[in-house]
C-alpha cells in the first residue's frame, strides 16, 4: 500500500512563487511515471505536469508551460513542483499522481493519488 503526502501550498498574491512537494512511502514509487494534477471549485480535475523516472523526460499543460517546472529526488521519493509567475487562475487543490497514463494525461487513469493541497492565489 503506498502513500503520498503533498505539502508546500498556501495563499500567495499574484506573480509569486511556491514549491510543492510530494513525498512518496509505503512503496518504491521510483519507477513510476509521477506528476501533478488540480481541481479548481466547479472544474474537472486537470493534468498540470508529470515527469519520467528512467529518462527524466518531462510533460506540462499549455496552461502552466514556462512557468512551472517539475522534478524528483528519486532517492527521497518525493515530486516537486516549483511554480513560479503566478497566477489567480492557477488557484486549486493540487494533487500529487503516481503511475498515470502518459499517453492520455486523464485522471481517471491515475492509481495513486495524494490528498491534496490547497495553492491560492489572489490578485
Known amino acids: 500500500q503506498g502513500r503520498l503526502v503533498e505539502s508546500g501550498g498556501g495563499l500567495v498574491q499574484a506573480g509569486d512563487s511556491l514549491r510543492l512537494s510530494c513525498a512518496a512511502s509505503?512503496?518504491?514509487?521510483?519507477?513510476?511515471?509521477m506528476g501533478w494534477f488540480r481541481q479548481a471549485p466547479g472544474n474537472e480535475r486537470e493534468f498540470v505536469a508529470a515527469?519520467?523516472?528512467?529518462?527524466?523526460?518531462?510533460y506540462y499543460a499549455d496552461s502552466v508551460k514556462g512557468r512551472f517546472t517539475i522534478s524528483r529526488d528519486n532517492a527521497k521519493n518525493t515530486v516537486y513542483l516549483q511554480m513560479n509567475s503566478l497566477k489567480p487562475e492557477d488557484t486549486a487543490v493540487y494533487y500529487c499522481a503516481a503511475d498515470l497514463d502518459i499517453a492520455t494525461m486523464n485522471p481517471r487513469l491515475v492509481n495513486y493519488w495524494g490528498q491534496g493541497t490547497q495553492v491560492t492565489v489572489s490578485s
Open positions: 515527469i519520467r523516472r528512467s529518462s527524466g523526460s518531462t
Open positions: 509505503g512503496r518504491t514509487f521510483s519507477t513510476y511515471i
